[in-house]
């Protein structure tokens, strides 16, 4: 295991010709996974829109005019019946996001330890996405049975700049590095298509690499370019593209589960077939996304029959961890007000979509 990739190296794999790299990427894949397993999670919204943060590529953005439906924080029972619908259609895991900054002690986040304890229960790996968490926070996460913690880098650090403006790319590696605090799994990758160059995907995937450990999973997400966000006119990012990216994180990254994410809708089976031979064993499952379209359960599975394909059992990678009920709880909320930094740059296109927005709102 490498943790010293330096940009160069990881740009010339990327730019193999693309035999070469499908070959090395495979063999690297088979000689730690088996080659016909997909793990399979199910993506839940559980409070979707009105998100304070300005990512160019997010239709959750409350600055933003997109023609999405908010919702506040379902309910524990909400949450799980969405669980058991995707656990009966083959799903192992269930990553639950919400459009906040970061997690704040109080009630909400008492509910959304009860939805992990409620899912840990269904024998189920959980995952949540919530933004930037201290390290209590991770532990209280930890103590209720979470299995894996998804925080993005997103981006290379420099093109990350050209994104974000209203938290800062180290925020991200301290909330990593809090969850790394406890026995919870990290899930972190990023977005290609925002129109960065294949050296920022390299320096983000030398980013990754370079975290010890290693993302047990990271999701390669094509950018969904929706409508009213700053980043809605760029193109589709071409297959090529895609399939490089996969079978370089592959390479690099070798014993971690490699998520073909956001833009599956985009790609064709035979697209996603190459993903796979070139390393990718995990997916999105389900009609949705957090707030944009995913193909159809029924049109994944009729692909993985066809692929000869099936889907990897919960708990395969690492045991399942145990739940502590809330009134056994080792941990109390410490309400810690962390200096989560704000670096405040102006990003030309956020401003244009946010003013556009206005006149819309107006
Ligand atoms: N609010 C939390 C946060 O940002 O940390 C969690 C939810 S956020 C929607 C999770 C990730 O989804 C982002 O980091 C980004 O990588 C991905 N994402 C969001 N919008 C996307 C889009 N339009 N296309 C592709 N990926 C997207
Ligand atoms: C990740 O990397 N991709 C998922 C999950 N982690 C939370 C989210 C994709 C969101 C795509 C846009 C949307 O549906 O809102
Ligand atoms: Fe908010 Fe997360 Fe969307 Fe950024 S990616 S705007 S933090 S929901």
Redesign the pocket.
């Known amino acids: 295991m490498r943790h010293n990739w330096t940009k160069e190296e990881v740009l010339d794999i990327y730019n193999k010709p693309l035999m070469d790299l499908l070959y090395e990427a495979a063999t690297i894949h088979r000689a730690s996974h088996n080659p016909n397993q997909v793990q399979v999670s199910t993506l839940l919204s559980i409070k979707t ?1 009105g ?5 160019g ?6 600055r933003y005019h997109t023609d999405i439906e908010g919702n506040d924080l379902m309910s524990v029972q909400q949450v799980k019946a969405q669980a058991l619908r995707a656990k009966s259609s083959g799903s192992s895991r269930v990553c639950m ?5 970061n997690v704040k002690d109080g009630p909400e986040f008492d509910q959304v330890l009860e939805m992990v304890r409620t899912i840990n229960k269904l024998d189920m790996e959980v995952c949540c ?1 919530l ?1 930037m968490i201290t390290e209590n926070q991770a532990k209280r996460l930890a103590e209720a049975g979470l299995y894996a913690y998804n925080h993005n880098l ?1 981006s290379s650090e420099e093109y990350y700049k050209e994104v ?1 403006s ?2 800062g790319y180290q925020d991200r590696l301290d909330t990593i590095d809090n969850v790394r605090k406890t026995n919870v799994t990290v899930c972190s990758g990023g977005i290609i298509g925002m129109g960065e160059s294949a050296e920022d995907r390299a320096g983000m995937l030398v980013a990754l690499a370079s975290l010890s450990p290693q993302p047990e999973s990271t999701p390669i997400n094509a950018l969904v370019a929706v409508e009213g966000t700053p980043l809605e006119e760029q193109q589709p990012v071409s297959i090529w593209d895609m399939v490089r990216m996969v079978a370089t994180t592959r390479i690099v990254m070798p014993q971690t589960q490699v998520r073909l994410s956001a833009g599956r809708t985009q790609m064709t089976r035979e697209g996603q077939a190459m993903c796979f031979f070139a390393g990718a064993n995990s997916i999105f499952a389900g009609d949705k996304l ?1 707030t944009t379209p995913n193909p159809d359960v029924n049109e994944d599975m009729e692909m993985f029959k066809l692929l000869g394909l099936e889907p990897m059992k919960p708990f395969v990678k690492k045991a399942q961890p145990e739940t502590v009920e809330a009134q056994y709880s080792e941990y109390k909320a410490l309400g810690e007000k962390p200096k989560w930094t704000r670096p405040g740059h102006t990003i030309e296109r956020n401003e244009e979509a946010k003013a556009a927005a206005k006149s819309v709102k107006a």
């Open positions: 829109g998100c304070p943060e300005d990512c590529y997010c239709p959750q953005a409350a996001g919400a459009a906040w900054r996405t933004g997103d974000i209203t938290r957090l």
